[in-house]
């Protein structure tokens, strides 16, 4: 029997339950992703309930599973009495549709807009309606959203922001030019000289960007807005796009903008752009910025070269003499990199002093400017480092120098603890000819990883069943075989791939997976409202957090700050105009918690929004970003549990390798 049918079977008047008694039941079932007919029945009584509160959970929990089977389920929510339950509905019947064709779900959208009279719930048809996925070219369901929302421009009214999204989700997904001439190039521009709101005025700039319909007056206005975002973007879309009259005087001006983030892109603009026609005056200038985010950038396109103008290379060795201390190494080190790239022999002399160093992040950087100098004999003491971050830069930079002759180092790192390092020693192995080495090292590297029953550990594990794979023997890889009862279903599967390949007929798995911890009850979770980042240096991020938008990833949070997960845990990528990340004890993208946690999508992605790291669906591991712009790419993709309150200027001076002290609950 089809599963929805069997939940209508389930289904039952009721008397209506407490309203936490029903969220325990829908944060429950959307956990387990509604694995059984059970699990559906409490979100769809979820979705009918007649607290409006529960029914947008229950109807943004049905949009979460990302099935195509439940559109019609979520299809009478459309018509509820509150505005916020239609304006989940909407959200939610795009999700649904997340993985296959959305003509289905645009036939709904827009017969309800057709009747809709709220404007602000128009707004939400109108987004959801650009997020769809209408096949490629001009299909009729693609022609008829585009006219849809290509008229819902032409009226003012609260439902802009979301007709706006709509365009820019539909833009960037079709690849289709907004026309720089057109009537939608030019109602885009109109809002983006006078929409009311900053948000608006952003959208309009992204999606006259993502219509290829920037013009010179297009950024002109984007560059004198008040809103340092949309000035951002503007500088963006004049750097990335075709060349426009005058676009050097404004990365001129903007770089004595007072926002950071304009100039951030202010410095990559005349890094791009006039740093080989007109020198590198500027960029020394910007390397006594008041921002440590600015001289960086700075540093880094000074090293790049200055045309005709000399590189200060006087300067660049002046900086590398910094003291290099735990919370200042990253001035030196990027004066490093670039005198590397300007004078090799000055670099060579002061790299000694870098790659010896005590702080860890100095000897990792140390080895990628070994590589660009082509200093073997660094690497080599390097890949030896005590410290596998450092280890992994070194044997990427034997690789990239000695290609297969560094083999024998891969094959040597996959005896090591970090999932980080064996993953990429594994990847590095593919098509070696130590064909026989490799296969016993990584069936070693497996069964010791696999039996710490980390899941996190997944991709590593992967790699290393790639290699086994390719190079096993027919007695190591039976000698998998107790893995097709792994407590992880994917590594699972992929033995019995493997097993399959080898005996020539199906083999079947039989995953065990690991017990996951329970949720709190609803009335615990309503108390997790506030989370201070104590940081090294004294700043305190404070972090309004979300326990109902993100039930199983706050609760996860603050259950890790509290055993003092986050103690000494560095933020270890930091990306100007993009995020900060950290909570990784391994300070890299893949050592985290041990345990993959359910992804809750849905919360918008704005600057100072606090997300969960994953790496694919449904594999979070506990680690953290903190958006340092508005990110609209990664909505609907990453989970949200909270947003920065007080002044967010903090965190755009956030340096590489920034220590969390500890985690604060007020």
């Known amino acids: 029997m089809h599963l929805l049918a069997a939940v209508l079977l389930i289904i039952q008047p009721a008397p209506q339950a407490p309203a936490d008694s029903v969220l325990a039941g829908i944060f429950a079932a959307e956990r387990a992703r509604a694995g059984n007919a059970a699990d559906v029945a409490v979100l769809m009584r979820g979705s009918r309930h007649q607290d409006s509160t529960v029914q947008r959970i229950a109807v943004r929990a049905l949009g979460r599973l990302e099935r195509a089977e439940f559109l019609r389920a979520l299809e009478p929510a459309l018509a509820a009495p509150a505005a916020s339950v239609r304006i989940e509905a909407a959200n939610a019947i795009a999700q649904a549709a997340y993985r296959g064709d959305g003509t289905a779900a645009m036939a709904m959208l827009v017969a309800r807009y057709r009747v809709e009279q709220s404007l602000p719930v128009q707004g939400a048809l109108l987004a959801a309606v650009g997020r769809l ?35 820019w989700e539909l833009l960037r997904k079709q690849g289709r030019a907004a026309a720089a001439g057109g009537p939608l190039a030019t109602s885009l521009r109109r809002w983006l000289e006078v929409a009311l709101t900053p948000e608006s005025r952003r959208l309009a700039m992204v999606s006259l960007t993502a219509g290829n319909a920037v013009d010179s007056a297009t950024v002109a206005i984007g560059a004198r807005d008040p809103d340092p975002q949309v000035r951002r973007l503007a500088l963006l879309a004049a750097r990335t796009g075709p060349a426009l009259p005058g676009r050097n005087l404004l990365f001129l001006a903007a770089l004595h903008d007072p926002e950071i983030m304009v100039r951030v892109e202010a410095v990559r603009g005349w890094s791009s752009h006039g740093r080989i026609t007109e020198g590198c005056e500027p960029l020394i200038a910007a390397i006594r910025d008041p921002s440590i985010t600015i001289q960086l950038l700075a540093i880094e396109a000074v090293g790049a070269g200055c045309g005709a103008m000399a590189v200060p290379r006087d300067l660049l060795e002046a900086i590398t003499r910094e003291p290099l201390t735990e919370l200042a190494w990253q001035r030196p080190v990027a004066a490093l990199a670039a005198l590397a790239r300007s004078d090799a022999t000055r670099a060579a002399i002061r790299l000694g002093s870098f790659a010896g160093h005590t702080i860890w992040w100095v000897r990792m950087h140390a080895a990628d400017v070994a590589q660009q ?20 830069a070194a044997l990427r930079g034997l690789v990239a120098l000695d290609g297969r002759q560094a083999d024998r180092m891969a094959v040597a790192q996959l005896g090591r603890d970090d999932q980080q390092l064996v993953l990429n020693a594994a990847r590095t192995l593919r098509g070696s000819a130590l064909g026989p080495d490799v296969a016993s090292a990584s069936l070693l590297a497996f069964d010791r990883i696999s039996r710490a029953r980390i899941e996190t550990s997944r991709d590593t594990r992967v790699a290393l069943l790639d290699r086994i794979g390719e190079f096993g023997t027919s007695i190591q890889v039976e000698a998998l075989r107790p893995a097709l009862r792994d407590f992880d279903p994917l590594i699972a599967a992929r033995v019995a791939e493997l097993l399959a390949k080898l005996g020539g007929s199906e083999v079947q798995s039989a995953a065990t997976p690991r017990a996951r911890a329970g949720l709190p009850a609803v009335s615990e979770l309503r108390r997790m409202t506030r989370a201070v980042l104590v940081m090294a ?93 508005d990110n609209l790419n990664l909505d609907h993709e990453y989970t949200v549990i909270g947003e920065l309150v007080g002044d967010l200027r903090v965190i755009d001076g956030i340096r590489e390798g920034a220590t969390i002290l500890r985690v604060e609950f007020p």
């Open 133 to 167: 996925r209408l096949g490629a070219g001009d299909t009729p369901a693609s022609i008829e959203a585009r006219t849809l929302l290509t008229a819902a421009l032409e009226r003012e009214g609260d439902h802009l922001e979301g007709a706006l999204r709509g365009i």
């Open 373 to 392: 100098l082509r200093d073997r004999p660094t690497l080599l003491r390097l890949v030896e480092d005590s410290v596998d971050n450092v280890r992994d």
């Open 537 to 629: 240096d004294g700043a305190r991020l404070v972090i309004a957090l979300r326990p109902l938008d993100a039930p199983g990833s706050v609760a996860r949070f603050v259950a890790m700050a509290e055993s003092g997960w986050f103690n000494g845990i560095t933020l270890h990528r930091v990306v100007p105009n993009f995020v900060l990340q950290g909570g990784s004890p391994g300070a890299n993208e893949y050592v985290g918690g041990a345990d993959f946690s359910p992804d809750e999508v849905g919360g918008r992605h704005r600057r100072g929004t606090v997300g969960i790291s994953t790496r694919g669906r449904d594999t979070g591991d506990g680690q953290i970003f903190i958006n340092l712009v």
